[in-house]
């Protein structure tokens, strides 16, 4: 299962994205906002591409955003209802998750049965908010506290956005 748009190659996981993973996971500035603190070593990162090589065994649903063949990110349905995506900080501002998102979004209303996708971010992600707001995403609410790196604890907004209405 691949999806493809005018840039990218929308894959599954696979065991050679690990060095270009772990070069993005171990970012600090690519996880300033992530619920996990930066990957220390290749194995965090291994351990995560394994549960992501297992999970689209079952569902391919959680894709590698791949440009000239090579990893720069991934996104799609996380868990249960939720999606979410990083990518590459050499590659933000270039409109490559919103491209890589509407091919997405489509494919998981059509593969799932989810009534709705939800996604949750940091307040303070103006490029994530932003982004989730651009694809018709809604917020629903916010929270305090809800995740706590290195002794730091941030908020939340959530979204959703309604399974579209059948045609005809």
């Given at each position: 299962?691949?999806?493809?748009t ?40 291994k ?74 971010a ?18 629903t ?28």
């Amino acid at each position: 299962m691949r999806l493809l748009t005018e840039r990218l190659i929308l894959r599954a996981p696979l065991p050679e994205d690990l060095d270009r993973m772990f070069a993005v996971y171990s970012d600090p500035h690519a996880m300033r906002y992530w619920s996990t603190p930066p990957h220390e070593t290749p194995q965090i990162t291994k351990d995560l591409l394994d549960r992501r090589i297992a999970a689209w065994a079952a569902a391919p649903v959680n894709f590698q955003i791949t440009l000239n063949d090579s990893y720069i990110g991934n996104a799609g349905n996380f868990r249960d209802d939720e999606i979410g995506f990083m990518l590459d900080p050499r590659y933000w501002r270039q409109g490559i998750l919103t491209e890589a998102m509407r091919a997405i979004i489509p494919h998981l209303f059509t593969t799932t049965d989810h009534a709705r996708l939800t996604a949750d971010a940091d307040p303070n992600n103006a490029a994530s908010c932003g982004l989730l707001q651009k694809l018709g995403f809604a917020e629903t609410h916010r929270a305090k506290n809800t995740f706590c790196i290195n002794g730091v604890w941030s908020d939340s907004v959530y979204f959703a956005l309604p399974r579209p209405a059948p045609l005809g």
